[in-house]
């Protein structure tokens, strides 16, 4: 069959997204260094017959100090835009300190990002706290919601000369359920009660720092929304879906969009959703990714037209696999941006990509097993970076701003 030519809109943003801790290197004022390197963590690595030295951020990807190579690199590949996150660790490493030398080099890291070309997302919370911020109870504290706002004033502030677009927390959703619900990330707690009080003192603190920044600082602001494809299977299927789609998808984004200019979209999941709640992976025999993540290109199409009543500019700010031997990740990439331009058809106004990730990177709790990077870091060989081929076939997209499919 002959291809078709699916030309974006005028303007449309493409790129590639990072978070701090996961890229910088070294970030040692903050919570998940501390857990990282905790007697908890190292022994339950250990119980798993896994290294715990295989399991530290450590110097991650050396981004700090490598940040203007990486920018290079993206805009190598036609990029226009950018997300990163800054770490609030590194700007007020101590209650109340604020480090000057930390917001010079965001200065620093933003001037090059516009200097290479790029429209900026930048992400104030991407799952990491400052150490002593998460001593103190963290989100589950309502009193400690100000913290955050004050730092939030403060950054906004200072870097909004190069800044185009903010997004206050990275997937709230992930953040609460991981953290406290889970208890596999840090700080590891396991308490339904303690993960509704993170989720409302998060949804106030965006609503408080949203005021500032549309304010103030005169930008749009969102969140990066976690949403997922949930489809019903069997005929109870449809009530759970409904109950988990408003659980997952719709608690915070429903409390949080007045307060958003554009809607932040990371995409990564579908489920098959029955009487009893999720149904494993996959049933339509679509591929996987390297971690076992059925790859549903069609839910993003669902999950973007499902947004067109909230009249607001959409962004997808994440989506990307773990592909270390670069199989999928053309496909992958193709395929979701097919879906959604059938979305953009039916009347999403999708505005930008940005694939998760730039560079391979420290997978979380997992480590720097899964490789999601455009870019390869070779661990062995001094962070080398090398380009992969399905980031040149992205690029050829970016540059012609259509997708032959
Ligand atoms: C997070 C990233 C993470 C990616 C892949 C997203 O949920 O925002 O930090 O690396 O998923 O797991």
Same mark, same amino acid.
């Not at 870091?377 to 970076?385: K, P």
């Given at each position: 069959?002959?291809?078709?030519?699916l030309?974006?809109p005028?303007?449309?943003l493409?790129?590639?997204a990072?978070?701090?801790? *996961?890229?910088?290197?070294?970030?040692?004022?903050?919570d998940w260094w501390?857990?990282?390197h905790?007697?908890?963590?190292?022994?339950?690595?250990r119980k798993?017959?896994?290294?715990p030295?295989q399991?530290y951020?450590g110097?991650?990807?050396?981004?700090?100090?490598?940040?203007?190579?990486d920018?290079?690199?993206?805009q190598y590949?036609?990029?226009?835009a950018?997300?990163l996150s800054?770490?609030?660790?590194?700007?007020?490493?101590?209650?109340?300190?604020?480090?000057?030398?930390a917001?010079d080099?965001?200065?620093k890291?933003l001037q090059?990002?516009k200097?290479?070309?790029?429209?900026?997302?930048?992400?104030?919370h991407?799952?990491t706290? &400052?150490?002593?911020?998460a001593?103190?109870?963290?989100f589950?504290? *309502?009193q400690n919601?100000?913290?955050?706002?004050r730092?939030v004033?403060?950054?906004?502030?200072?870097l909004?000369?190069y800044t185009d677009?903010w997004?206050t927390f990275?997937?709230?959703e992930?953040?609460?359920n991981?953290g406290f619900?889970?208890?596999?990330f840090?700080p590891?707690?396991?308490?339904?009660?303690i993960?509704l009080?993170?989720?409302?003192n998060i949804?106030?603190?965006?609503?408080?720092?949203?005021e500032?920044?549309?304010?103030?600082?005169?930008?749009?602001?969102s969140?990066?929304y976690h949403?997922?494809?949930? *489809? &019903?299977?069997g005929?109870f299927?449809?009530?759970?879906?409904?109950?988990?789609h408003?659980?997952a998808?719709?608690y915070?984004?429903?409390?949080?969009?007045?307060?958003?200019?554009? !809607?932040?979209v990371?995409?990564?999941f579908?489920?098959?959703i029955g009487?009893?709640g999720?149904?494993?992976?996959?049933?339509?025999?679509?591929?996987?990714t390297?971690l076992?993540?059925?790859i549903h290109?069609e839910g993003?199409?669902r999950?973007?037209?499902?947004?067109?009543?909230?009249?607001?500019?959409?962004y997808i700010?994440?989506n990307?696999l773990?592909d270390?031997h670069?199989?999928?990740?053309?496909?992958?990439i193709?395929?979701?941006?097919?879906?959604?331009?059938?979305?953009?058809k039916?009347g999403?106004?999708?505005?930008g990509?940005?694939?998760?990730?730039?560079i391979d990177?420290?997978?979380?709790?997992?480590?720097?097993? &899964?490789?999601f990077g455009l !870019?390869?870091i070779?661990r062995e060989?001094?962070?080398?970076?090398?380009i992969?081929y399905?980031?040149?076939k992205?690029?050829?997209i970016?540059?012609?701003n259509y997708l032959?499919y």
């Amino acid at each position: 069959m002959e291809k078709q030519r699916l030309q974006f809109p005028k303007g449309f943003l493409w790129g590639a997204a990072t978070a701090g801790h *996961q890229i910088e290197g070294n970030n040692v004022n903050s919570d998940w260094w501390a857990w990282e390197h905790g007697q908890m963590r190292e022994n339950a690595l250990r119980k798993e017959g896994k290294n715990p030295a295989q399991f530290y951020s450590g110097i991650a990807c050396d981004s700090f100090n490598r940040f203007d190579e990486d920018f290079g690199l993206a805009q190598y590949l036609n990029h226009n835009a950018t997300r990163l996150s800054i770490e609030w660790a590194r700007i007020e490493p101590r209650e109340g300190e604020y480090n000057e030398k930390a917001l010079d080099h965001y200065e620093k890291v933003l001037q090059s990002a516009k200097f290479h070309g790029f429209t900026t997302f930048v992400t104030l919370h991407h799952f990491t706290s &400052p150490l002593w911020f998460a001593r103190k109870g963290g989100f589950a504290e *309502q009193q400690n919601i100000d913290h955050f706002v004050r730092y939030v004033k403060l950054a906004t502030k200072r870097l909004s000369q190069y800044t185009d677009f903010w997004l206050t927390f990275n997937e709230p959703e992930i953040y609460s359920n991981l953290g406290f619900l889970r208890g596999r990330f840090p700080p590891q707690i396991k308490s339904v009660r303690i993960m509704l009080r993170v989720i409302r003192n998060i949804i106030s603190a965006h609503n408080l720092c949203s005021e500032y920044i549309r304010h103030e600082i005169r930008q749009p602001v969102s969140i990066a929304y976690h949403l997922s494809d949930l *489809q &019903p299977t069997g005929f109870f299927g449809h009530l759970s879906a409904g109950l988990a789609h408003y659980i997952a998808n719709r608690y915070i984004l429903s409390r949080t969009i007045n307060a958003c200019d554009f !809607i932040g979209v990371n995409y990564y999941f579908h489920h098959h959703i029955g009487l009893f709640g999720k149904r494993g992976k996959s049933q339509s025999g679509h591929e996987e990714t390297d971690l076992g993540w059925g790859i549903h290109p069609e839910g993003l199409e669902r999950v973007l037209t499902s947004l067109i009543k909230y009249k607001k500019p959409i962004y997808i700010t994440e989506n990307g696999l773990a592909d270390a031997h670069d199989t999928k990740r053309e496909k992958f990439i193709k395929d979701h941006l097919y879906f959604a331009h059938r979305a953009i058809k039916k009347g999403a106004d999708v505005r930008g990509y940005l694939y998760w990730s730039l560079i391979d990177n420290f997978e979380w709790d997992m480590g720097y097993g &899964p490789r999601f990077g455009l !870019i390869a870091i070779n661990r062995e060989s001094l962070l080398e970076r090398k380009i992969r081929y399905s980031a040149l076939k992205y690029g050829e997209i970016c540059k012609n701003n259509y997708l032959e499919y």
